[in-house]
């Protein structure tokens, strides 16, 4: 009888661990995810703040490169995400891209970007618009 009360006892604590470190990994998550959603949308909220207003300002030449280096990003983070994340749209968004830049190229002079923006363009499917 003993051994059945230490086996439950210990059965208790084991499931009272799981379920505490799975609250306190879920706790975390969230609160990661969130703080990452939330300074990702302060950054492109305050870029295209600074696009209108080079636009409304006439300076089409600032407020497009500006646009561009979005677009950058962009193109190399729905490249990333496509992997993990697959969703019917990222790849005609991709052919969206790959044909805008093949009608403007443009190069950073980072070579980081440059090469990160050819590759996932170079992924891109012909023909997904």
Do not use: C, H, W
Not at 6 to 18: D, K, L, R, S
Not at 74 to 82: G, Q, T
Not at 102 to 117: F, H, L, Q, W
């Amino acid at each position: 009888m003993r051994k059945i009360v230490i086996a439950a006892v210990g059965i208790a604590i084991f499931a009272a661990g799981v379920v505490a470190g799975g609250a306190a990994t879920l706790q975390f998550t969230t609160m990661m995810y969130g703080g990452f959603n939330t300074v990702s949308a302060a950054a492109a909220v305050s870029a295209k703040v600074a696009a209108l207003d080079a636009i409304r300002s006439n300076d089409y030449a600032k407020a497009t490169e500006m646009l561009e280096t979005l677009l950058d990003g962009d193109i190399i983070s729905l490249k990333a995400l496509m992997t993990d994340f697959p969703d019917p749209m990222a790849p005609k968004a991709l052919a969206r891209a790959a044909k805008y830049r093949a009608a403007n190229p443009r190069k950073t002079g980072e070579a980081i970007v440059d090469n990160a923006v050819a590759e996932a363009l170079a992924s891109a499917p012909s023909g997904a618009q």
